[in-house]
């Protein structure tokens, strides 16, 4: 998706073949998913939404990395409803297990995903001020955008 290999059209197909197996994903597998749809542009609701309820299920089984991808996903694909308020708590709770540069990836995610931002943000910052120093532009470019 990322290379642009996966076009919407294909991406919707794809989905509705596969809306059925969502319930059986991994956590691992829904994290991708979400995020080469947000990728590709699908745009298959049935889909998206049923991916959606299954990261809210399995977000105690997200990696960090995981959290990243479905919070830029849920974001991206509109989710909030689904995912607002699941994926920003947990980034919370688990703020210290967090890189640098998924911090900043997660508060770029946190504020277009939540309808509340200002509740989660306080504590993904404090927890990004030890690592600004080795943040690659990237990352403060998503600090910012946040």
Not at 79 to 99: H, M, N, Q, W
């Amino acid at each position: 998706a990322r290379l642009g290999a996966l076009d919407p059209a294909l991406c919707n197909q794809i989905a509705a073949c596969s809306l059925h197996c969502v319930p059986h994903f991994n956590a691992k597998s829904v994290a991708a998913i979400l995020l080469a749809c947000a990728q590709s542009g699908c745009t298959h609701t049935d889909f998206l939404d049923s991916l959606g309820k299954a990261a809210s299920l399995k977000i105690s089984e997200f990696s960090t990395q995981d959290l990243c991808a479905a919070s830029f996903a849920g974001a991206k694909l509109s989710l909030a409803p689904i995912l607002g308020s699941c994926i920003p708590e947990a980034a919370v709770e688990r703020v210290s297990d967090f890189k640098g540069s998924e911090l900043a990836l997660m508060m770029h995610g946190v504020s277009g995903l939540s309808n509340n931002p200002g509740e989660y943000l306080p504590a993904l910052e404090l927890a990004t001020l030890r690592h600004v120093p080795t943040l690659t532009p990237f990352g403060l470019k998503q600090i910012c955008m946040a």
